[in-house]
């Protein structure tokens, strides 16, 4: 078994053979049922692997989709204009930054579709790519926005920088609102819930499905898909840390399940460190070695909270749906 470790790509995934578990009947309703939405998951949890795969459906790459549940329930396949933005391999230190990188994107996306001089800001030039990928193409464009707020979390403590970054990116996405003749479908993606006052204010249209329980499992592995698809492997696994099979698949579920993003689902696994386990044959904490999350970190210093809470503490969802409360609870970070 192939195990696709920090492989983000759904056609690498589906072209060279490494483990995946079918997400697309999930993936099928999702753009059939909506236009615009908005989905918030831990770190490495599969939320860059499901906008490829939004990107390759909507390029028409119907061959990438050979055999899995999608294949039997689309039927039309039709190529629409994607645009890609993807904000987490950057770094924000400065308001210059982050209009420097959406210039860029622009830029690039103007190559393909053409540019009017007549379009002078960000908010412009990304309503004439909109229109003009439109009327290129004569299909509706689809928008794919991953990690939408890590310029926000980087700016954490740095209250200026964070309210130049949320002017910026409001008007930026906003611009999707007036645009919803040319768009076939807006997803965003981030680790944090947004607030309904921050950058999406303006596109007050936005269906948040992060705790929706019809795509609760859009993301992550349930136990069942393990041990639909992984159970020769867990049978190695336990063979190696010297469990029975019901043991190691006991510990896996202490370790790696546990997330349920709404009450009465089921626990969904975190697939970095289920992947990993299976992979270095070893029980250990991969989430957190591999990228320490320093915006949590901060938070709790700045917080002053007591981890001991955290077993008790119940928390209303309008807190647990906003990045602004962070300084005084870090619970949507934690969550």
Not at 71 to 82: A, F, I, Q
Not at 150 to 174: C, V
Not at 178 to 204: E, H, P, R
Not at 253 to 280: C, I, Q, W
């Amino acid at each position: 078994m192939k195990y696709p470790i920090g492989i983000q790509d759904f056609k690498t995934i589906r072209t060279d053979g490494y483990f995946y578990a079918d997400k697309t009947a999930l993936m099928y309703k999702l753009v059939k049922g909506g236009q615009y939405y908005f989905l918030s998951r831990p770190r490495r949890f599969g939320k860059s692997l499901l906008v490829s795969m939004l990107e390759y459906y909507f390029k028409g790459e119907k061959d990438l989709f050979r055999g899995l549940a999608i294949d039997e329930l689309e039927k039309d396949w039709k190529s629409h204009p994607v645009l890609h933005l993807d904000l987490n391999a950057e770094k924000y230190t400065s308001p210059e930054a982050l209009v420097s990188i959406l210039s860029s994107q622009l830029n690039r996306w103007e190559n393909v579709y053409g540019a009017m001089q007549t379009e002078t800001t960000l908010s412009e030039r990304f309503k004439g790519v909109i229109q003009r990928a439109y009327e290129k193409t004569g299909s509706k464009v689809v928008i794919l926005v991953d990690e939408y707020d890590k310029p926000l979390l980087q700016a954490f403590g740095n209250s200026e920088l964070m309210e130049d970054f949320r002017t910026t990116l409001k008007a930026f996405y906003g611009v999707e609102k007036s645009m919803g003749a040319y768009i076939q479908l807006a997803f965003f993606t981030g680790v944090t819930k947004f607030s309904k006052v921050s950058v999406f204010s303006d596109l007050n249209n936005l269906a948040d499905i992060s705790m929706d329980k019809r795509y609760s499992e859009i993301c992550g592995i349930t136990e069942q898909e393990i041990r639909d698809n992984l159970d020769e492997e867990i049978g190695i696994l336990a063979q190696a840390c010297e469990l029975t099979k019901k043991e190691c698949y006991d510990k896996l579920k202490l370790n790696y399940d546990g997330y349920h993003f709404e009450a009465g689902t089921v626990g969904m696994y975190n697939p970095f460190s289920l992947l990993r386990t299976l992979d270095s044959q070893a029980f250990k904490d991969y989430w957190f070695e591999t990228d320490t999350p320093t915006i949590l970190v901060e938070a709790l210093k700045q917080s002053n909270y007591n981890l001991e809470d955290l077993t008790t503490e119940e928390v209303t969802a309008d807190l647990l749906g906003s990045i602004d409360s962070i300084a005084t609870n870090p619970l949507p970070i934690i969550s």
